[in-house]
């Protein structure tokens, strides 16, 4: 079965955000199933239009800023 945008319902989404990027926390779940959890990273081009990249290694400030995040989706998660 081919995957379907509309049976993927966002449970839970909050971002910490610096001038340069974004890194957002969310919590998904598809036709109903097992709650996961998401870690996308989101870049600034030259326009400042935020454009998706690859998450990759996070450094410290990084982690501490979505640590809290991570926390909360897990209260959504219940």
């Known amino acids: 079965m081919p995957y ?3 049976l ?3 449970l839970f989404t909050k ?10 926390v969310s919590v998904y779940s ?3 199933g097992q ?3 998401q870690i996308t ?3 600034k081009d030259n326009a400042g239009e ?4 690859k998450l990759g290694r996070m450094n410290k400030a990084e982690i501490t800023a979505v640590l809290p995040l991570i926390q909360q989706a897990i209260g959504a998660m219940e």
């Open 35 to 37: 709650k996961k959890l």
């Open 4 to 6: 379907d945008a509309s």
């Open 41 to 43: 990273r989101e870049n």
């Open 50 to 53: 935020f454009k998706f990249a």
């Open 15 to 24: 971002s910490y955000e610096t001038e340069s990027e974004r890194l957002t």
């Open 30 to 32: 598809y036709n109903k």
């Open 8 to 10: 993927d319902e966002c």
